[in-house]
């Protein structure tokens, strides 16, 4: 079976706008901005041999004051930019208990399950605590990006991280360290050169 890191959207992979302590989606594909680090951090992922799976809630379409069909331009041009492998998406809200809106694990669920994934085997990563909570139900990993805003009352992280490259540093280094415990001869470089950030996926 294979393993991977299941990806929030917002506050992980691009910039949400904070107000009044809550962090807000964009609006549109035009105010996407992928975070800095964030590239590379796929690279490595990919490098460790994770399968890319974003999994996220957007209950503004629940609300009314977003439209399904702009969430998934959103996400059809992060899919493109950091060729993810899988896209899950609750549209509900908490009054519609759903199986599928974190910190349930039904998004999680599903895509272990169409991708073949070893769920003890891979992380999920969120900067809230329904991120956490989601993962911890699926038998993942988890690691908390933090942000002025994350909450980890019921469920804690089993790791903590600046951003999604620390995320992806931390999970280089513990892989190098196991290898080279398991054989101390084999220490092979399998990572890939530094690329460039090119953060914005639609101009302005």
Do not use: W
């Amino acid at each position: 079976m294979r393993k991977a890191i299941f990806l929030d959207r917002d506050g992980v992979l691009i910039r949400t706008s904070v107000r009044d302590g809550t962090p807000h989606p964009p609006q549109s594909l035009e105010d996407v901005e992928i975070l800095p680090g964030v590239r590379r951090a796929m690279e490595i992922f990919r490098a460790l041999h994770f399968r890319l799976l974003m999994i996220t809630n957007q209950p503004d379409v629940a609300r009314g004051t977003q439209t399904r069909g702009q969430v998934e331009r959103i996400n059809a041009a992060l899919a493109h930019a950091l060729s993810l492998d899988g896209v899950y998406v609750c549209y509900h809200d908490n009054i519609d208990a759903c199986a599928c809106r974190k910190p349930l694990p039904g998004l999680l669920l599903e895509a272990a399950a169409e991708h073949e994934i070893d769920l003890s085997a891979s992380y999920m990563v969120g900067d809230r605590g329904g991120d956490i909570a989601a993962g911890a139900a699926a038998g993942c990993r988890t690691f908390l990006v933090e942000r002025p805003y994350s909450r980890c009352d019921s469920t804690q992280p089993d790791h903590k991280a600046d951003d999604l490259l620390d995320v992806a540093m931390q999970l280089r280094d513990k892989t190098k360290k196991t290898a080279v415990q398991r054989n101390p001869r084999s220490m092979k470089p399998v990572y890939p050169e530094p690329c460039h950030d090119a953060n914005r996926i639609a101009s302005r």
